[in-house]
Protein backbone atom coordinates (compact mmCIF):
# COMPACT_ATOMS: atom_id res chain seq x y z
CA UNK A 1 0.00 0.00 0.00
CA UNK A 2 1.31 3.55 -0.81
CA UNK A 3 0.04 6.25 1.59
CA UNK A 4 3.09 9.04 0.12
CA UNK A 5 5.51 9.84 -2.23
CA UNK A 6 7.85 11.70 -3.75
CA UNK A 7 5.01 13.81 -5.84
CA UNK A 8 5.30 17.39 -5.45
CA UNK A 9 1.57 16.78 -5.01
CA UNK A 10 1.25 15.20 -1.85
CA UNK A 11 4.30 16.62 -0.55
CA UNK A 12 2.09 20.11 -0.72
CA UNK A 13 -0.64 18.49 0.56
CA UNK A 14 1.58 17.96 4.21
CA UNK A 15 2.32 21.23 4.39
CA UNK A 16 0.37 22.59 7.70
CA UNK A 17 -2.41 20.92 6.81
CA UNK A 18 -3.48 18.46 9.43
CA UNK A 19 -6.88 19.15 10.78
CA UNK A 20 -7.93 19.62 14.47
CA UNK A 21 -9.88 16.57 15.66
CA UNK A 22 -13.03 16.94 14.58
CA UNK A 23 -16.72 15.13 13.12
CA UNK A 24 -17.74 15.60 9.95
CA UNK A 25 -21.59 15.52 9.82
CA UNK A 26 -22.80 14.70 5.84
CA UNK A 27 -26.57 15.69 5.87
CA UNK A 28 -27.78 13.87 2.76
CA UNK A 29 -25.18 10.44 3.44
CA UNK A 30 -27.83 8.21 1.44
CA UNK A 31 -27.86 10.25 -1.84
CA UNK A 32 -25.79 10.05 -4.96
CA UNK A 33 -23.32 12.92 -3.86
CA UNK A 34 -22.42 11.16 -0.98
CA UNK A 35 -22.14 7.53 -2.74
CA UNK A 36 -20.02 9.02 -5.92
CA UNK A 37 -17.86 12.16 -3.92
CA UNK A 38 -17.88 12.80 -0.53
CA UNK A 39 -17.55 9.24 1.17
CA UNK A 40 -14.61 8.44 -1.48
CA UNK A 41 -12.88 11.53 -0.96
CA UNK A 42 -12.58 11.64 2.84
CA UNK A 43 -11.85 7.93 2.49
CA UNK A 44 -9.15 8.91 0.11
CA UNK A 45 -7.96 11.88 2.64
CA UNK A 46 -7.53 8.57 5.30
CA UNK A 47 -5.53 6.37 2.83
CA UNK A 48 -3.14 9.79 2.33
CA UNK A 49 -3.45 9.93 6.24
CA UNK A 50 -4.43 13.46 6.24
CA UNK A 51 -7.24 12.91 8.61
CA UNK A 52 -6.92 13.16 12.10
CA UNK A 53 -6.72 10.01 14.27
CA UNK A 54 -9.40 11.92 16.64
CA UNK A 55 -12.61 11.77 14.51
CA UNK A 56 -16.26 10.91 13.76
CA UNK A 57 -18.23 10.99 10.71
CA UNK A 58 -22.06 10.58 10.91
CA UNK A 59 -24.10 9.69 8.27
CA UNK A 60 -27.67 11.34 8.34
CA UNK A 61 -30.34 10.58 6.14
CA UNK A 62 -34.34 8.84 6.27
CA UNK A 63 -32.95 6.36 5.15
CA UNK A 64 -33.24 3.74 8.31
CA UNK A 65 -29.86 2.29 8.39
CA UNK A 66 -27.68 0.96 11.13
CA UNK A 67 -24.50 2.27 11.65
CA UNK A 68 -22.81 -1.46 9.90
CA UNK A 69 -25.63 -0.84 7.26
CA UNK A 70 -24.43 2.69 6.51
CA UNK A 71 -20.48 1.23 6.42
CA UNK A 72 -21.47 -2.26 4.25
CA UNK A 73 -23.10 0.87 1.97
CA UNK A 74 -20.50 3.02 1.78
CA UNK A 75 -17.62 0.48 1.35
CA UNK A 76 -19.52 -0.84 -1.68
CA UNK A 77 -19.62 3.53 -2.84
CA UNK A 78 -15.79 3.84 -2.53
CA UNK A 79 -14.63 0.37 -4.02
CA UNK A 80 -16.90 1.75 -7.30
CA UNK A 81 -16.37 5.32 -7.31
CA UNK A 82 -12.93 6.15 -5.18
CA UNK A 83 -9.67 7.06 -7.59
CA UNK A 84 -7.58 4.64 -6.21
CA UNK A 85 -9.44 1.35 -6.80
CA UNK A 86 -9.83 -1.65 -4.71
CA UNK A 87 -10.62 -0.39 -1.02
CA UNK A 88 -7.82 -1.07 1.71
CA UNK A 89 -8.21 -3.56 4.13
CA UNK A 90 -6.05 -1.97 6.74
CA UNK A 91 -6.99 1.92 5.88
CA UNK A 92 -11.11 0.45 5.91
CA UNK A 93 -10.79 -0.87 8.71
CA UNK A 94 -9.92 2.10 10.92
CA UNK A 95 -11.98 4.58 8.92
CA UNK A 96 -14.92 2.32 9.16
CA UNK A 97 -14.65 2.37 13.16
CA UNK A 98 -15.22 6.14 12.61
CA UNK A 99 -18.75 5.96 10.41
CA UNK A 100 -21.77 6.23 12.18
CA UNK A 101 -25.60 6.72 11.36
CA UNK A 102 -28.39 8.65 12.16
CA UNK A 103 -31.80 8.15 10.98
CA UNK A 104 -34.31 10.81 10.83
CA UNK A 105 -36.24 13.49 8.90
CA UNK A 106 -34.76 16.83 8.59
CA UNK A 107 -37.13 18.86 9.75
CA UNK A 108 -37.44 17.09 13.06
CA UNK A 109 -36.16 19.01 15.72
CA UNK A 110 -35.58 14.77 17.82
CA UNK A 111 -33.01 14.43 14.68
CA UNK A 112 -31.21 17.08 16.01
CA UNK A 113 -31.13 16.26 19.78
CA UNK A 114 -29.66 12.65 18.71
CA UNK A 115 -27.25 14.39 16.71
CA UNK A 116 -26.00 16.40 19.63
CA UNK A 117 -25.96 13.42 21.99
CA UNK A 118 -24.18 11.82 19.65
CA UNK A 119 -21.67 14.08 18.75
CA UNK A 120 -20.84 14.84 22.48
CA UNK A 121 -20.24 10.95 23.11
CA UNK A 122 -18.01 11.59 20.50
CA UNK A 123 -16.21 13.58 22.15
CA UNK A 124 -15.75 12.22 25.19
CA UNK A 125 -15.00 8.44 23.06
CA UNK A 126 -12.90 9.42 20.34
CA UNK A 127 -11.69 13.22 21.23
CA UNK A 128 -13.30 15.07 18.87
CA UNK A 129 -12.96 17.94 21.01
CA UNK A 130 -16.17 19.84 20.14
CA UNK A 131 -15.42 20.49 16.42
CA UNK A 132 -17.93 19.80 13.96
CA UNK A 133 -18.04 20.23 9.77
CA UNK A 134 -21.85 19.92 8.41
CA UNK A 135 -22.07 19.09 5.24
CA UNK A 136 -25.16 20.19 3.23
CA UNK A 137 -25.89 17.14 0.12
CA UNK A 138 -29.69 17.38 0.35
CA UNK A 139 -32.06 18.82 -1.95
CA UNK A 140 -31.85 22.67 -1.69
CA UNK A 141 -34.92 23.06 0.13
CA UNK A 142 -33.29 21.41 3.16
CA UNK A 143 -30.82 23.58 3.13
CA UNK A 144 -32.33 26.72 5.60
CA UNK A 145 -34.41 23.78 7.40
CA UNK A 146 -31.26 21.85 8.59
CA UNK A 147 -29.07 25.47 9.45
CA UNK A 148 -31.86 26.14 11.52
CA UNK A 149 -32.87 23.58 13.49
CA UNK A 150 -28.61 23.19 14.44
CA UNK A 151 -28.78 26.46 15.66
CA UNK A 152 -31.91 25.22 17.32
CA UNK A 153 -29.58 22.51 19.51
CA UNK A 154 -27.00 25.34 19.73
CA UNK A 155 -24.61 22.94 17.00
CA UNK A 156 -24.05 26.50 15.66
CA UNK A 157 -22.67 28.17 18.56
CA UNK A 158 -18.24 28.68 18.57
CA UNK A 159 -18.44 30.23 21.94
CA UNK A 160 -16.22 27.68 23.65
CA UNK A 161 -13.38 27.90 20.92
CA UNK A 162 -14.75 24.78 18.82
CA UNK A 163 -15.26 25.46 15.46
CA UNK A 164 -18.41 25.08 13.52
CA UNK A 165 -18.99 25.11 9.86
CA UNK A 166 -21.56 24.87 7.81
CA UNK A 167 -20.83 23.49 3.90
CA UNK A 168 -23.54 24.12 1.53
CA UNK A 169 -23.43 22.05 -2.14
CA UNK A 170 -25.44 24.04 -5.06
CA UNK A 171 -27.42 25.03 -6.23
CA UNK A 172 -27.07 28.19 -4.17
CA UNK A 173 -30.52 29.39 -5.04
CA UNK A 174 -32.44 29.25 -8.46
CA UNK A 175 -31.61 33.27 -9.33
CA UNK A 176 -30.98 36.43 -7.78
CA UNK A 177 -34.21 36.93 -5.29
CA UNK A 178 -33.81 33.27 -4.07
CA UNK A 179 -29.70 33.02 -3.80
CA UNK A 180 -30.47 36.19 -1.79
CA UNK A 181 -32.81 35.01 0.44
CA UNK A 182 -30.61 31.48 0.95
CA UNK A 183 -28.05 33.92 2.11
CA UNK A 184 -30.23 35.77 4.68
CA UNK A 185 -31.83 32.52 6.08
CA UNK A 186 -28.19 30.91 6.86
CA UNK A 187 -26.93 34.45 8.23
CA UNK A 188 -29.62 34.12 11.32
CA UNK A 189 -27.45 30.81 12.41
CA UNK A 190 -24.21 31.04 11.11
CA UNK A 191 -21.69 33.71 10.64
CA UNK A 192 -20.20 34.38 6.96
CA UNK A 193 -16.80 33.01 8.01
CA UNK A 194 -18.82 29.50 9.07
CA UNK A 195 -20.04 28.85 5.55
CA UNK A 196 -18.57 27.87 2.97
CA UNK A 197 -20.62 27.23 -0.70
CA UNK A 198 -18.93 24.45 -2.57
CA UNK A 199 -17.92 24.86 -6.03
CA UNK A 200 -16.43 22.01 -6.74
CA UNK A 201 -14.53 23.49 -9.85
CA UNK A 202 -12.43 25.39 -7.61
CA UNK A 203 -11.13 22.05 -6.43
CA UNK A 204 -9.86 20.92 -9.67
CA UNK A 205 -6.04 21.36 -10.14
CA UNK A 206 -5.86 23.45 -13.18
CA UNK A 207 -8.83 25.71 -11.88
CA UNK A 208 -6.02 26.55 -9.07
CA UNK A 209 -3.10 26.08 -11.30
CA UNK A 210 -4.33 29.38 -13.08
CA UNK A 211 -3.39 31.59 -10.11
CA UNK A 212 -0.07 29.72 -10.10
CA UNK A 213 0.32 30.20 -13.62
CA UNK A 214 -1.16 34.16 -14.29
CA UNK A 215 0.98 35.45 -11.00
CA UNK A 216 3.66 32.74 -10.37
CA UNK A 217 5.20 33.67 -13.72
CA UNK A 218 6.78 36.65 -15.58
CA UNK A 219 5.69 35.95 -19.29
CA UNK A 220 1.85 36.03 -18.88
CA UNK A 221 0.62 38.83 -16.81
CA UNK A 222 2.14 41.66 -19.33
CA UNK A 223 0.11 40.17 -21.56
CA UNK A 224 -3.04 39.24 -19.81
CA UNK A 225 -4.96 42.35 -20.84
CA UNK A 226 -6.98 44.00 -23.81
CA UNK A 227 -4.11 44.97 -25.65
CA UNK A 228 -2.63 41.70 -26.49
CA UNK A 229 -5.87 39.53 -25.86
CA UNK A 230 -8.39 39.27 -28.70
CA UNK A 231 -11.03 37.20 -26.79
CA UNK A 232 -11.29 34.70 -24.17
CA UNK A 233 -13.09 31.43 -24.39
CA UNK A 234 -14.32 28.86 -21.51
CA UNK A 235 -16.50 25.69 -22.42
CA UNK A 236 -17.43 23.24 -20.49
CA UNK A 237 -18.63 20.44 -23.04
CA UNK A 238 -19.99 16.87 -21.67
CA UNK A 239 -20.76 14.11 -24.01
CA UNK A 240 -23.06 12.67 -20.86
CA UNK A 241 -27.09 13.66 -21.00
CA UNK A 242 -28.60 13.91 -18.10
CA UNK A 243 -27.50 10.37 -16.13
CA UNK A 244 -30.91 9.77 -14.03
CA UNK A 245 -30.95 13.58 -12.45
CA UNK A 246 -33.50 14.80 -15.11
CA UNK A 247 -36.05 15.60 -12.03
CA UNK A 248 -33.19 18.31 -10.71
CA UNK A 249 -32.14 19.20 -14.01
CA UNK A 250 -35.60 19.79 -15.73
CA UNK A 251 -36.02 22.13 -13.12
CA UNK A 252 -32.43 23.67 -13.33
CA UNK A 253 -31.13 24.13 -17.48
CA UNK A 254 -27.18 24.88 -18.14
CA UNK A 255 -27.17 27.93 -17.43
CA UNK A 256 -28.28 27.11 -13.39
CA UNK A 257 -26.09 23.93 -13.39
CA UNK A 258 -22.83 25.18 -14.72
CA UNK A 259 -22.65 28.62 -16.53
CA UNK A 260 -23.72 30.98 -13.08
CA UNK A 261 -21.08 29.74 -10.89
CA UNK A 262 -18.62 26.53 -12.07
CA UNK A 263 -18.02 28.90 -15.19
CA UNK A 264 -17.85 32.18 -13.77
CA UNK A 265 -15.62 31.22 -10.78
CA UNK A 266 -13.32 29.94 -13.47
CA UNK A 267 -14.03 33.25 -15.50
CA UNK A 268 -13.42 35.88 -12.35
CA UNK A 269 -10.44 33.64 -11.92
CA UNK A 270 -8.89 34.27 -15.35
CA UNK A 271 -10.05 37.99 -15.22
CA UNK A 272 -8.82 38.84 -11.88
CA UNK A 273 -6.53 41.37 -11.09
CA UNK A 274 -3.05 39.85 -8.53
CA UNK A 275 -4.66 39.48 -5.16
CA UNK A 276 -1.53 41.20 -2.81
CA UNK A 277 -1.52 37.58 -0.99
CA UNK A 278 -3.29 34.00 -1.86
CA UNK A 279 -5.58 34.32 1.21
CA UNK A 280 -9.36 33.62 1.09
CA UNK A 281 -10.22 37.84 1.80
CA UNK A 282 -7.53 39.09 -0.90
CA UNK A 283 -8.72 36.42 -3.18
CA UNK A 284 -12.29 37.18 -3.11
CA UNK A 285 -12.11 40.69 -2.70
CA UNK A 286 -10.35 40.72 -6.58
CA UNK A 287 -12.79 37.97 -7.76
CA UNK A 288 -15.82 40.18 -6.65
CA UNK A 289 -14.19 43.05 -8.06
CA UNK A 290 -14.23 41.07 -11.67
CA UNK A 291 -17.91 40.28 -11.73
CA UNK A 292 -19.27 43.76 -10.45
CA UNK A 293 -17.26 44.80 -13.49
CA UNK A 294 -19.99 42.61 -15.47
CA UNK A 295 -22.78 44.44 -16.69
CA UNK A 296 -25.36 42.59 -16.15
CA UNK A 297 -27.52 41.29 -19.01
CA UNK A 298 -30.53 43.54 -20.11
CA UNK A 299 -33.91 41.41 -21.13
CA UNK A 300 -33.75 43.68 -24.37
CA UNK A 301 -30.19 42.29 -25.05
CA UNK A 302 -30.40 38.49 -24.40
CA UNK A 303 -31.16 37.70 -27.87
CA UNK A 304 -28.06 38.87 -29.07
CA UNK A 305 -25.58 37.76 -26.30
CA UNK A 306 -26.80 34.72 -25.25
CA UNK A 307 -27.58 31.42 -27.21
CA UNK A 308 -29.93 28.57 -25.54
CA UNK A 309 -30.17 24.79 -26.81
CA UNK A 310 -31.71 21.51 -26.33
CA UNK A 311 -30.36 17.78 -27.39
CA UNK A 312 -33.31 15.91 -29.58
CA UNK A 313 -31.80 12.68 -30.50
CA UNK A 314 -28.38 11.61 -31.58
CA UNK A 315 -25.48 9.46 -31.72
CA UNK A 316 -22.33 9.77 -29.16
CA UNK A 317 -19.22 7.81 -30.00
CA UNK A 318 -21.68 6.20 -32.23
CA UNK A 319 -23.86 4.90 -30.24
CA UNK A 320 -27.60 5.89 -30.65
CA UNK A 321 -28.85 8.41 -27.36
CA UNK A 322 -32.42 9.83 -26.76
CA UNK A 323 -33.34 13.39 -27.09
CA UNK A 324 -33.51 15.43 -23.95
CA UNK A 325 -37.46 15.20 -23.75
CA UNK A 326 -37.28 11.01 -23.55
CA UNK A 327 -34.74 11.38 -20.77
CA UNK A 328 -36.45 9.70 -17.63
CA UNK A 329 -37.88 12.28 -15.42
CA UNK A 330 -38.29 15.32 -18.04
CA UNK A 331 -41.16 16.70 -19.22
CA UNK A 332 -41.99 15.44 -22.46
CA UNK A 333 -42.84 19.02 -23.43
CA UNK A 334 -40.12 20.50 -21.67
CA UNK A 335 -37.96 23.93 -22.43
CA UNK A 336 -35.15 23.60 -20.60
CA UNK A 337 -31.40 24.41 -22.21
CA UNK A 338 -29.22 21.61 -21.98
CA UNK A 339 -26.50 24.17 -24.00
CA UNK A 340 -26.47 27.64 -22.95
CA UNK A 341 -23.47 30.30 -24.69
CA UNK A 342 -23.69 33.84 -22.94
CA UNK A 343 -20.82 36.61 -24.19
CA UNK A 344 -19.62 38.62 -21.60
CA UNK A 345 -18.31 42.07 -20.89
CA UNK A 346 -15.88 43.07 -18.19
CA UNK A 347 -15.75 46.51 -18.32
CA UNK A 348 -12.79 47.71 -16.43
CA UNK A 349 -8.87 49.18 -17.55
CA UNK A 350 -7.56 45.87 -18.37
CA UNK A 351 -10.91 44.12 -19.99
CA UNK A 352 -12.76 46.58 -21.64
CA UNK A 353 -13.26 45.69 -25.68
CA UNK A 354 -12.24 42.12 -25.10
CA UNK A 355 -14.42 39.99 -25.04
CA UNK A 356 -15.60 36.71 -23.20
CA UNK A 357 -17.63 34.15 -24.50
CA UNK A 358 -18.40 30.95 -22.03
CA UNK A 359 -20.96 27.70 -22.96
CA UNK A 360 -21.93 25.01 -21.15
CA UNK A 361 -23.41 21.89 -22.65
CA UNK A 362 -24.38 18.11 -22.03
CA UNK A 363 -24.25 15.73 -25.35
CA UNK A 364 -21.74 17.42 -26.96
CA UNK A 365 -19.37 15.11 -29.36
CA UNK A 366 -16.99 14.99 -26.34
CA UNK A 367 -16.10 15.96 -22.43
CA UNK A 368 -13.76 18.85 -22.59
CA UNK A 369 -13.53 21.87 -20.39
CA UNK A 370 -10.97 24.46 -21.42
CA UNK A 371 -9.90 28.18 -21.28
CA UNK A 372 -8.98 29.39 -24.53
CA UNK A 373 -6.47 32.81 -24.45
CA UNK A 374 -6.74 34.21 -27.50
CA UNK A 375 -4.04 36.94 -28.85
CA UNK A 376 -3.99 38.95 -31.33
CA UNK A 377 -2.31 39.43 -34.36
CA UNK A 378 0.61 41.19 -34.65
CA UNK A 379 0.49 44.26 -35.43
CA UNK A 380 3.12 44.32 -38.49
CA UNK A 381 4.56 41.49 -40.45
CA UNK A 382 7.90 42.03 -41.65
CA UNK A 383 8.09 39.01 -44.01
CA UNK A 384 8.54 40.67 -47.10
CA UNK A 385 8.78 39.33 -50.41
CA UNK A 386 7.35 35.78 -48.86
CA UNK A 387 4.29 34.27 -49.01
CA UNK A 388 3.29 34.94 -45.79
CA UNK A 389 0.48 37.64 -45.62
CA UNK A 390 -0.93 36.72 -42.50
CA UNK A 391 -0.20 34.59 -39.25
CA UNK A 392 -2.47 32.41 -37.20
CA UNK A 393 -2.10 34.54 -33.20
CA UNK A 394 -1.04 32.56 -30.49
CA UNK A 395 -3.46 30.99 -28.49
CA UNK A 396 -2.85 29.56 -25.03
CA UNK A 397 -5.33 26.75 -23.87
CA UNK A 398 -5.55 25.93 -20.20
CA UNK A 399 -7.19 22.11 -20.11
CA UNK A 400 -9.02 21.79 -17.45
CA UNK A 401 -10.15 17.92 -18.33
CA UNK A 402 -9.33 15.32 -19.42
CA UNK A 403 -5.56 15.34 -19.71
CA UNK A 404 -5.09 18.36 -17.85
CA UNK A 405 -2.80 20.72 -18.75
CA UNK A 406 -1.54 23.31 -20.78
CA UNK A 407 -0.59 24.30 -24.00
CA UNK A 408 0.91 27.19 -26.19
CA UNK A 409 0.20 27.64 -29.43
CA UNK A 410 3.01 29.84 -32.12
CA UNK A 411 4.26 29.94 -35.20
CA UNK A 412 7.46 28.18 -36.74
CA UNK A 413 9.40 28.36 -39.51
CA UNK A 414 8.85 25.09 -41.65
CA UNK A 415 13.00 24.03 -42.02
CA UNK A 416 13.78 24.27 -45.66
CA UNK A 417 15.26 27.25 -48.41
CA UNK A 418 11.72 29.30 -48.41
CA UNK A 419 9.90 31.20 -45.27
CA UNK A 420 7.19 29.08 -44.67
CA UNK A 421 5.31 29.38 -41.61
CA UNK A 422 3.13 26.76 -39.66
CA UNK A 423 1.56 26.61 -35.93
CA UNK A 424 3.05 24.50 -33.60
CA UNK A 425 2.75 24.10 -29.71
CA UNK A 426 4.17 24.00 -26.42
CA UNK A 427 2.41 21.49 -24.37
CA UNK A 428 2.49 20.92 -20.58
CA UNK A 429 1.05 17.53 -19.08
CA UNK A 430 0.03 17.13 -15.44
CA UNK A 431 0.03 13.25 -16.22
CA UNK A 432 3.78 13.36 -17.65
CA UNK A 433 5.29 16.40 -15.74
CA UNK A 434 4.02 14.96 -11.81
CA UNK A 435 4.27 11.50 -12.98
CA UNK A 436 0.49 10.65 -11.42
CA UNK A 437 -3.05 11.92 -11.83
CA UNK A 438 -4.61 15.08 -9.71
CA UNK A 439 -6.27 14.53 -6.58
CA UNK A 440 -10.35 15.00 -6.76
CA UNK A 441 -11.54 18.51 -6.49
CA UNK A 442 -13.62 16.95 -3.40
CA UNK A 443 -10.68 15.78 -1.40
CA UNK A 444 -8.78 18.72 -1.94
CA UNK A 445 -12.08 20.98 -0.68
CA UNK A 446 -13.29 18.80 2.45
CA UNK A 447 -9.56 19.38 3.38
CA UNK A 448 -9.38 23.09 2.96
CA UNK A 449 -12.90 23.40 5.15
CA UNK A 450 -11.55 20.92 7.98
CA UNK A 451 -8.62 23.39 8.31
CA UNK A 452 -10.46 26.61 7.70
CA UNK A 453 -9.38 27.73 4.59
CA UNK A 454 -12.25 29.13 2.47
CA UNK A 455 -10.75 30.69 0.02
CA UNK A 456 -11.69 27.88 -3.01
CA UNK A 457 -15.39 28.73 -1.73
CA UNK A 458 -17.88 30.91 -2.70
CA UNK A 459 -18.19 33.91 -0.85
CA UNK A 460 -21.94 35.41 -0.71
CA UNK A 461 -21.51 38.40 -2.84
CA UNK A 462 -19.82 36.25 -5.75
CA UNK A 463 -22.76 33.87 -5.37
CA UNK A 464 -25.40 36.77 -5.32
CA UNK A 465 -23.51 39.36 -8.42
CA UNK A 466 -22.98 36.14 -10.61
CA UNK A 467 -26.74 35.68 -10.43
CA UNK A 468 -27.29 39.08 -10.67
CA UNK A 469 -25.43 39.00 -14.04
CA UNK A 470 -27.68 36.31 -15.77
CA UNK A 471 -30.67 36.61 -13.89
CA UNK A 472 -32.89 38.28 -16.69
CA UNK A 473 -31.66 36.08 -19.45
CA UNK A 474 -33.91 33.63 -17.20
CA UNK A 475 -36.70 35.80 -17.28
CA UNK A 476 -36.38 36.19 -20.76
CA UNK A 477 -36.06 32.77 -21.14
CA UNK A 478 -39.05 31.74 -19.60
CA UNK A 479 -41.14 34.28 -21.20
CA UNK A 480 -40.34 33.22 -24.45
CA UNK A 481 -41.06 30.03 -26.49
CA UNK A 482 -37.89 28.37 -26.98
CA UNK A 483 -37.77 26.34 -30.71
CA UNK A 484 -36.75 22.96 -28.94
CA UNK A 485 -35.02 20.26 -29.70
CA UNK A 486 -32.42 22.39 -32.11
CA UNK A 487 -29.49 20.38 -31.82
CA UNK A 488 -28.63 16.66 -32.72
CA UNK A 489 -26.80 14.81 -29.55
CA UNK A 490 -23.46 14.44 -30.46
CA UNK A 491 -23.25 18.13 -32.36
CA UNK A 492 -21.64 20.82 -31.21
CA UNK A 493 -24.88 22.79 -29.91
CA UNK A 494 -27.73 25.03 -31.80
CA UNK A 495 -26.96 27.29 -34.97
CA UNK A 496 -27.85 30.79 -32.97
CA UNK A 497 -24.80 29.41 -30.79
CA UNK A 498 -22.25 29.73 -34.16
CA UNK A 499 -24.73 32.95 -35.20
CA UNK A 500 -23.77 34.56 -31.60
CA UNK A 501 -19.84 33.91 -32.28
CA UNK A 502 -20.18 35.52 -35.92
CA UNK A 503 -21.70 38.43 -35.08
CA UNK A 504 -18.23 39.77 -33.66
CA UNK A 505 -16.55 37.54 -36.57
CA UNK A 506 -15.27 34.75 -34.56
CA UNK A 507 -16.01 31.35 -33.94
CA UNK A 508 -15.89 28.40 -31.25
CA UNK A 509 -12.83 26.49 -30.97
CA UNK A 510 -14.17 22.31 -32.15
CA UNK A 511 -12.30 20.99 -29.16
C1 LIG B 1 -22.14 19.50 -11.66
C2 LIG B 1 -23.39 19.54 -12.50
O1 LIG B 1 -22.05 20.63 -10.85
O2 LIG B 1 -21.01 19.46 -12.51
C3 LIG B 1 -23.46 18.35 -13.45
O3 LIG B 1 -24.53 19.54 -11.67
C4 LIG B 1 -22.19 18.27 -14.27
O4 LIG B 1 -24.57 18.46 -14.32
C5 LIG B 1 -20.97 18.33 -13.36
O5 LIG B 1 -22.22 17.07 -14.99
C6 LIG B 1 -19.71 18.42 -14.17
O6 LIG B 1 -18.64 18.27 -13.29
P1 LIG B 1 -17.25 17.74 -13.82
O7 LIG B 1 -16.38 17.77 -12.61
O8 LIG B 1 -17.52 16.36 -14.33
O9 LIG B 1 -16.85 18.69 -14.88
Not at 125 to 141: I, K, S
Not at 240 to 253: C, I, M, P, Q
Not at 310 to 335: L, M
Not at 410 to 431: E, I, N, Q, W
Amino acid sequence: MTTASDSPFDLGWRLNRTPAPTAVVVFGASGDLSHRKLMPALYNLALQQLLPPEMVIVGVALTPWSDDEFRTEMKAAISEHSRNGEVDDEVWHGFAQRLRYVSGSFDDLDLYQRLDALLKEADADLGTRGNRLFYLATAPTFFPVIAMNLGKVGLADESDGVYRRLVVEKPFGEDLATAQALNQELSQVFAEAQVYRIDHYLGKETVQNLMVLRFGNLIFEPLWNRRYVDHVQITAAEDLGVEGRGGYYDGAGALRDILQNHLFQVLSLVAMEPPARFDSRDVHDEKVKVLRAIPPVRVEEVAEVAARGQYGPGYIAGVPVPGYREEEKVDPNSNTETFVALKVRVENWRWAGTPFYLRAAKRLPKRATEIAVQFRSPPHLPFLETPVETVTPNLLTLRIQPDEGASLKFVAKVPGPSVDLRTVSMDFSYGSSFLKGSPEAYERLLLDALVGDSTLFARWDEVETAWEIVDQVLTAWAGSAADFPNYDAGSWGPESSDDLMARDGRRWRRL
